[in-house]
């Protein structure tokens, strides 16, 4: 399914990529409940060093030489960097991260685009996945007179807040912004692995007996020994994967209030020529609604220039703004006549 720009009525035309539903694995994976688990499991080793440091011979000391508190040999760091790398780094919304403005929408282009100042606090609305219909919602929004300036879309593993998609929207200046419902598309089942260290620590006593002039003297010893290491542990972990979207829009300023087209080739036959816009979305009280312009009409020149195409015709709008124009067109194989008075 292609989300097309719906064209600015009367000023630019923009064209929208094709839709990509881009999969953004290995960086959802790993949920909240990783990083609890990750936490807890450093907490506990944490404090069992603690304990076995103590009941050892120093006091409060290793025999080692390394004081409570102090910081870890290298290598018993936690083994955990990259984990909670990679959870920091899936916290970026998507509706952010997939967002891709229609090929032109420059913010430049969109303040051309506008009737007025972006709003504050944008329209919200929803609809299922768009599936192949999805020049059909385009153009119902265009009938409204709204053009679309960019789409987020994307697949995820985490449940994604349909508030980022508003935060989005005012990021990008949108008037309206149209939420998918999610679809879910899966589970995946996978296990993370946690590296933690361990210590192990070893008690020995020994006696000596040396025997002198003065009689045998007994010697009593102990001594400790601390052994460093890791483990690792597979934490099962599966994610229900689901399909999110949003398509952004603006309000647009509509000066004449049609989206053409080009002519097919049975319809250059039919009509034997080549030469025409064919009407395909009047907008709902622009001048081309009042002046009962219908779609499939066939718009063939304005104001006595030929129009070749959808194109030409919306280059021929900018330079009579305000202006009462007169229109040729073809309606069911009929030729008549429409004068049309353009918004400025």
Same mark, same amino acid.
């Given at each position: 399914?292609?989300?097309?720009?719906?064209?600015?009525?009367?000023?630019?035309?923009?064209r929208?990529p094709?839709?990509?539903?881009?999969?953004?694995?290995?960086?959802?994976?790993?949920?909240?409940?990783?990083?609890?688990?990750?936490?807890?499991?450093?907490?506990?080793?944490?404090?069992?060093?603690?304990?076995?440091?103590?009941?050892?011979?120093?006091?409060?000391?290793l025999?080692?030489?390394?004081?409570i508190? @102090?910081?870890?040999?290298?290598?018993?760091?936690?083994?955990?960097?990259? /984990?909670?790398?990679?959870?920091?780094?899936?916290?970026v919304?998507?509706?952010?991260q997939?967002?891709?403005?229609?090929?032109?929408?420059?913010?430049?282009?969109?303040?051309?685009?506008r009737?007025?100042?972006?709003?504050?606090?944008?329209?919200?609305e929803?609809?299922?996945p768009?599936?192949?219909?999805?020049?059909?919602?385009?153009?119902?929004?265009?009938?409204?007179?709204?053009?679309?300036?960019?789409?987020?879309?994307?697949?995820?593993?985490?449940?994604?807040n349909?508030?980022?998609?508003?935060?989005?929207?005012?990021?990008?200046?949108?008037?309206?912004?149209?939420?998918?419902?999610?679809?879910?598309?899966?589970?995946?089942?996978?296990?993370?692995?946690?590296?933690?260290?361990?210590?192990?620590?070893?008690?020995s006593?020994?006696?000596a007996?040396?025997?002198?002039?003065?009689?045998?003297?007994?010697?009593?010893?102990?001594?400790?020994?601390?052994?460093?290491?890791?483990?690792?542990?597979?934490?099962?972990?599966?994610?229900? @994967?689901?399909?999110?979207?949003?398509?952004?829009?603006v309000?647009?300023?509509?000066?004449?209030?049609?989206?053409?087209?080009?002519l097919?080739?049975?319809?250059?036959?039919? #009509?034997?020529?080549?030469?025409?816009?064919?009407?395909?979305?009047?907008?709902?009280?622009s001048?081309?609604?009042?002046?009962?312009?219908? /779609?499939?009409?066939?718009?063939?020149?304005?104001?006595?220039?030929?129009?070749?195409?959808?194109?030409?015709?919306?280059?021929?709008?900018?330079e009579?703004?305000?202006?009462?124009?007169?229109?040729?067109?073809?309606?069911?194989g009929?030729?008549?006549?429409?004068?049309?008075? #353009?918004?400025?």
């Amino acid at each position: 399914m292609r989300l097309g720009i719906v064209p600015a009525a009367d000023v630019v035309r923009l064209r929208a990529p094709q839709i990509a539903v881009l999969h953004d694995e290995g960086r959802n994976v790993l949920r909240r409940e990783v990083f609890h688990v990750l936490r807890e499991r450093a907490l506990r080793v944490r404090r069992d060093r603690v304990a076995r440091a103590r009941l050892g011979p120093g006091g409060d000391k290793l025999h080692s030489g390394t004081a409570i508190g @102090r910081e870890a040999p290298m290598r018993n760091r936690w083994s955990i960097t990259l /984990p909670l790398l990679v959870l920091l780094a899936g916290c970026v919304s998507g509706y952010q991260q997939f967002y891709r403005p229609v090929e032109g929408a420059t913010p430049e282009t969109i303040a051309k685009l506008r009737g007025g100042p972006p709003s504050a606090s944008p329209v919200v609305e929803h609809a299922a996945p768009p599936g192949d219909n999805g020049q059909a919602i385009l153009d119902s929004y265009a009938k409204r007179g709204y053009t679309m300036i960019g789409q987020s879309m994307f697949n995820s593993g985490r449940q994604e807040n349909e508030y980022a998609a508003v935060r989005q929207a005012q990021e990008v200046g949108a008037d309206l912004v149209l939420i998918f419902n999610p679809r879910y598309t899966g589970s995946v089942t996978s296990s993370v692995p946690i590296t933690t260290p361990t210590t192990t620590t070893s008690y020995s006593t020994g006696t000596a007996t040396a025997y002198g002039p003065m009689g045998p003297v007994t010697a009593y010893g102990s001594g400790t020994t601390t052994t460093y290491g890791s483990t690792t542990n597979y934490v099962p972990m599966t994610v229900h @994967r689901s399909d999110y979207g949003a398509v952004y829009f603006v309000k647009t300023r509509i000066r004449f209030g049609v989206l053409a087209r080009d002519l097919t080739d049975t319809e250059r036959q039919e #009509l034997q020529s080549n030469k025409g816009a064919v009407v395909r979305v009047v907008v709902d009280g622009s001048p081309a609604f009042d002046a009962d312009i219908l /779609p499939g009409d066939v718009i063939t020149a304005l104001d006595g220039v030929s129009v070749a195409s959808g194109k030409a015709l919306l280059a021929l709008l900018p330079e009579r703004g305000g202006k009462l124009v007169s229109l040729s067109i073809i309606r069911h194989g009929q030729r008549i006549e429409k004068s049309v008075r #353009l918004n400025p």
